[in-house]
Every structure is written in structure tokens, then in C-alpha cells.
């Protein structure tokens, strides 16, 4: 299958997931889906059947409300059964709405207050270097999440210890809970931010293309050499392929779907319900 495929099959497994709950964060799941296939596809060094391998490269996804996405892709490559799916959020559940690293096999660190995540993947990426195992050490932020000023400190702190193993991404999708992050904090330059903290940068043009990110993720590993953590900046839409989702815009961030809109979705995904 390959990866477009592959970014349509978890499109419609998050349509599902959220349909399940009647409501979630479709909007920022959505954006990162082709970040998380290309993660999961072609660089994650991971084994599904030990998820706790000790030198395995680690993801931590900060923006944590984007729980459905990780899901999604973590129940593709048989981390859990897809059953689990149709229990997000509901009690018991080893899928709550934000990430759980206690609740769901592959889960790498607990998130959901924005900012803290990102500190603890450069902890463990100074944890890794320490201990020279190899690994590669992945986060993912919001754009709205940049605003918190605990994501500045890390991004100290990674400059700092020369964290060469980190490679973060921004999901600019340009949105954030209850509107535009232009109008309610700009991050602009953001790109000349991150370069001011001492990370390599690498701006991706169309953060929902599979090439345009595997091929930013090719060169972040090219970089090692200049001992600087690197920030992959991805230009995304909130809401991306789903199209009642997009067409919401900034009232996407977290959407009640019937459903009639799961039906709409799936077929508009050219699946079966
Ligand atoms: C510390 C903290 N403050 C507020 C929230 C509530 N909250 C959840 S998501 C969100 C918006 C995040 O926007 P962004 O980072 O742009 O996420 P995305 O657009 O990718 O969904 C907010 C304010 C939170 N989870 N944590
Ligand atoms: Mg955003």
C-alpha cells in the first residue's frame, strides 16, 4: 500500500474513532496524519510486539489532544486490537482522548497540558544521548502550543545539550482552539525563532505531502554532524481531507460528528462504514 493509500486508511479509522465518542479533536488530529504515516512507514526504528524496547526511537506527541490520530496509526501497526478503537474516551478505556503512555501500548510520554510534553522529549533525548543508544527522539508541537512559554525553555535547554538526536515538528496549520494564531498571538518569524535558539530549521511547503516530509526528515538526519537539535516547520491544514472538517475552520478544533457525518466521511474517504 502505499503511503497516500495508507493516509486515507487512518483518515477514515479517525473518522470512526471520533464517531464512536460523538465528539473529539478531529481538526488537529487530521493535520498530522501524513507526518505520522511517514513517521510510522518509513523512520520509526520501533517493534510493535515490544513496545518498551529500550533503544527504540521515541514519539512524543505534545499537541496530546491529538490522541485519535496516534490511535489510529499505532492500532495499524498492531499495537492493539482495532476494537479498542470504538472505546475512546469512554470509561475504562485505554484510549482516552489525550495521549496516555500508562493506558496504550506505544504511547511515549503523557500529554495534553500544552508545553509539557515537549520538555520531556528533550529529557529524553538527553537520557539517550547519555546512554549513546542509538536512538532518534521525535516530538510533535501545535502552532497554538508554540504561544506556551515552557516550549522556549526546552528549546534552550536542547541547544544547550547539543541534543542532535531530537527532531521536532511544528504542525502550523495556522489554527488554534477558538481561532487564527495570527490574530490571537503571532509566531511570525517562526522559522527565524527557532534559528535564534540555536536549532536547525527546515521548512516544509505543504506540511500534508508525504515526499515534502520524508524528505525533511531525510536531511534532519543528514544534520548530525552540526551536534544542534532540528525543528521541522510543517505548513498543514487543520481538518486536512476530511472535507465538513476543513470546511469548519476554526470551529474544527473539537466537533461534534454525527452519524450522518461519519457516512458523509467515509464515502467521501471512498471506504466502507
Ligand atoms: C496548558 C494548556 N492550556 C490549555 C489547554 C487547552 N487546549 C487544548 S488544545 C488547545 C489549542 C491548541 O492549539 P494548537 O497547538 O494549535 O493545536 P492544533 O491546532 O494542532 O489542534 C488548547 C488551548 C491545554 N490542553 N493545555
Ligand atoms: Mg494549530
Same mark, same amino acid.
Given at each position: 500500500?502505499?503511503?497516500?493509500?495508507?493516509?486515507?486508511?487512518?483518515?477514515?479509522?479517525?473518522?470512526?474513532?471520533?464517531?464512536?465518542?460523538?465528539?473529539?479533536?478531529?481538526?488537529?488530529?487530521?493535520?498530522?496524519?501524513?507526518?505520522?504515516?511517514?513517521?510510522?512507514?518509513?523512520?520509526?526504528?520501533?517493534?510493535?510486539?515490544?513496545?518498551?524496547?529500550? $533503544?527504540?526511537?521515541?514519539?512524543?506527541?505534545?499537541?496530546?489532544?491529538?490522541?485519535?490520530?496516534?490511535?489510529?496509526?499505532?492500532?495499524?501497526?498492531?499495537?492493539?486490537?482495532?476494537?479498542?478503537?470504538?472505546?475512546?474516551?469512554?470509561?475504562?478505556?485505554?484510549?482516552?482522548?489525550?495521549? $496516555?503512555?500508562?493506558?496504550?501500548?506505544?504511547?511515549?510520554?503523557?500529554?495534553?497540558?500544552?508545553?509539557?510534553?515537549?520538555?520531556?522529549?528533550?529529557?529524553?533525548?538527553?537520557?539517550?544521548?547519555?546512554?549513546?543508544?542509538?536512538?532518534?527522539?521525535?516530538?510533535?508541537?501545535?502552532?497554538?502550543?508554540?504561544?506556551?512559554?515552557?516550549?522556549?525553555?526546552?528549546?534552550?535547554?536542547?541547544?544547550?545539550?547539543?541534543?542532535?538526536?531530537?527532531?521536532?515538528?511544528?504542525?502550523?496549520?495556522?489554527?488554534?482552539?477558538?481561532?487564527?494564531?495570527?490574530?490571537?498571538?503571532?509566531?511570525?518569524?517562526?522559522?527565524?525563532?527557532?534559528?535564534?535558539?540555536?536549532?536547525?530549521?527546515?521548512?516544509?511547503?505543504?506540511?500534508?505531502?508525504?515526499?515534502?516530509?520524508?524528505?525533511?526528515?531525510?536531511?534532519?538526519?543528514?544534520?548530525?554532524?552540526?551536534?544542534?537539535?532540528?525543528?521541522?516547520?510543517?505548513?498543514?491544514?487543520?481538518?486536512?481531507?476530511?472535507?465538513?472538517?476543513?470546511?469548519?475552520?476554526?470551529?474544527?478544533?473539537?466537533?461534534?460528528?454525527?452519524?450522518?457525518?461519519?457516512?458523509?466521511?467515509?464515502?467521501?474517504?471512498?471506504?466502507?462504514?
Amino acid at each position: 500500500m502505499d503511503l497516500n493509500q495508507k493516509c486515507t486508511q487512518i483518515r477514515r479509522l479517525i473518522l470512526k474513532t471520533i464517531g464512536a465518542a460523538g465528539s473529539g479533536h478531529i481538526g488537529g488530529s487530521l493535520s498530522i496524519v501524513e507526518l505520522l504515516v511517514v513517521l510510522y512507514e518509513k523512520h520509526m526504528n520501533i517493534s510493535p510486539k515490544h513496545p518498551q524496547k529500550p $533503544d527504540r526511537d521515541r514519539l512524543i506527541v505534545s499537541k496530546g489532544h491529538a490522541g485519535p490520530a496516534v490511535y489510529a496509526v499505532l492500532c495499524d501497526k498492531g499495537y492493539f486490537d482495532a476494537s479498542w478503537l470504538s472505546t475512546l474516551n469512554k470509561p475504562g478505556t485505554n484510549l482516552p482522548s489525550h495521549c $496516555d503512555m500508562n493506558k496504550t501500548p506505544g504511547v511515549d510520554m503523557t500529554t495534553g497540558s500544552l508545553g509539557q510534553g515537549f520538555s520531556a522529549a528533550m529529557g529524553i533525548a538527553k537520557a539517550s544521548q547519555l546512554r549513546n543508544d542509538g536512538a532518534t527522539i521525535y516530538t510533535i508541537i501545535g502552532d497554538g502550543e508554540s504561544q506556551e512559554g515552557q516550549i522556549w525553555e526546552a528549546a534552550l535547554f536542547a541547544a544547550q545539550h547539543n541534543l542532535s538526536n531530537m527532531i521536532a515538528f511544528t504542525d502550523y496549520n495556522k489554527m488554534q482552539l477558538d481561532g487564527k494564531v495570527s490574530d490571537i498571538c503571532s509566531l511570525e518569524p517562526l522559522d527565524k525563532k527557532w534559528e535564534a535558539f540555536n536549532w536547525n530549521v527546515i521548512n516544509v511547503k505543504n506540511g500534508n505531502d508525504c515526499d515534502e516530509i520524508d524528505r525533511a526528515i531525510v536531511k534532519a538526519k543528514s544534520l548530525i554532524n552540526l551536534k544542534k537539535p532540528t525543528m521541522i516547520i510543517l505548513n498543514t491544514t487543520k481538518g486536512k481531507g476530511i472535507h465538513f472538517a476543513e470546511a469548519a475552520g476554526v470551529n474544527n478544533h473539537s466537533m461534534q460528528i454525527t452519524p450522518e457525518m461519519i457516512e458523509q466521511g467515509i464515502i467521501e474517504l471512498g471506504g466502507d462504514l
